[in-house]
């Protein structure tokens, strides 16, 4: 059984920055596509990052390129998405996911999830 488990959300003015963790049981660590989601108020889940297997190989939503960055360290089970120049925008929930199968930005193809980390900046 694969579990995520994020960490590192918080409330924050604008221009701030932030680092999310997520923690992946299990030891397929480094057989996992890694993404990073996130769910605006009102919004549906977005894309936000994703993250090969390798770790080498990065791909970030337009919306953050210049503010967002994710990596992994396959030797911890960790991956992990630093926000930067935070903006009102960002509030979200964020999500890391995983799965065995397809390096992608859709939320369909990502089975397991964690449970998110909450996300606020403020003016």
């Known amino acids: 059984q694969v579990r995520l488990v994020e960490f590192g959300g918080g409330s924050v003015q604008a221009g701030a920055s932030l680092r999310l963790s997520c923690i992946v049981s299990g030891d397929k660590f480094s057989s996992y596509y890694l993404a990073w989601f996130r769910q605006r108020p009102g919004k549906g889940r977005e894309f936000v990052a994703r993250?090969?297997?390798?770790?080498?190989?990065?791909s970030t939503a337009d919306a953050v390129k210049d503010r967002f960055s994710a990596f992994r360290d396959n030797a911890k089970n960790e991956v992990h998405l630093d926000l930067n120049s935070l903006k009102p925008e960002d509030t979200a929930v964020y999500y890391c996911?995983?799965?065995?199968?397809?390096?992608?930005?859709?939320?369909?193809?990502?089975?397991?999830w964690g449970q998110g980390t909450q996300v606020i900046v403020s003016t």
């Open positions: 996911a995983a799965n065995l199968r397809v390096d992608s930005d859709s939320v369909l193809d990502y089975d397991y």
């Open positions: 993250i090969s297997r390798g770790g080498v190989a990065t």
